[in-house]
């Protein structure tokens, strides 16, 4: 069966980086992009970026070019995502969710990491 | 980047009823439109992909129509389980834009 865990809360100060991973069974991990997507208290869902297991490309929504790194490490089909320079607003629940393409006119997130709970605090 | 607009931003109803949620995308997105749900404390679950095709174990009382820039998200016979909040996802494009989402709760 599917499954993606990821990693604990976090905790950090303003200015810190935080790495959060999502570790994927159940599948081939090369075969499906890995999206990020976060959700800030009482919010709603913020689409942040995929990245490409295969060959580890990544795509970002500009507001995070620049502060955001994707990786993985198909040794361990594990894909982890970085936020650096943080800021009280980046509190939020970070979630990797597993994108699914049926047919090449659709495409999905059917599996979604429990999600990471970041505090930036000071 | 395309924007998603959802209406309501919440709404009420009873046990049994219908309801609707519109998503408006801010430029045509053909039919390339997914549906999710969240409860509290708990990641998404996908209900509705290509705008209208049920995912698999979803309830028949879910349902989608749409394409171009309207699309409706429909709950026939709402049940307990139901309420909760909706989200609308474009994937027509980069970013992957998500409506602002619509909260289903109890009247």
């Known amino acids: 069966q599917v499954q993606l865990v990821q990693s604990g809360a976090e905790v950090r100060k303003p200015g810190a980086s935080v790495k959060v991973s999502c570790k994927a069974s159940?599948?081939?991990?090369?075969?499906?992009?890995m999206h990020w997507v976060r959700q800030a208290p009482g919010q709603g869902l913020e689409w942040m970026g995929r990245t490409n297991p295969n060959n580890g490309d990544t795509d970002l929504a500009q507001k995070f070019q620049g502060r955001v790194t994707m990786t993985r490490d198909t040794s361990i089909n594990t894909a982890d995502m970085e936020l650096t320079s943080l800021r009280i607003d980046d509190t939020a629940v970070y979630y990797c969710a597993r994108e699914m393409q049926v047919t090449s006119v659709t495409a999905f997130l059917d599996f979604w990491g429990q999600g990471t709970l970041v505090t930036v605090a000071s | 980047d395309i924007q998603m607009t959802q209406s309501p931003s919440s709404l009420s109803a009873s046990v049994g009823d219908r309801v609707t949620i519109t998503c408006r995308a801010s430029q045509t997105i053909n039919t390339y439109l997914n549906w999710y749900q969240q409860k509290p404390g708990k990641a998404p679950k996908l209900l509705i992909f290509a705008a209208s095709t049920l995912q698999s174990g979803v309830p028949s009382r879910f349902s989608g129509s749409g394409s171009g820039t309207d699309f409706t998200l429909a709950i026939s016979n709402l049940q307990p389980e139901d309420f909760a909040t909706y989200y609308c996802?474009?994937?027509?494009?980069?970013?992957?834009?998500f409506g602002q989402g619509t909260k289903l709760e109890i009247k």
């Open positions: 159940g599948y081939r991990f090369t075969g499906h992009y």
């Open positions: 996802q474009h994937y027509y494009t980069l970013p992957r834009t």
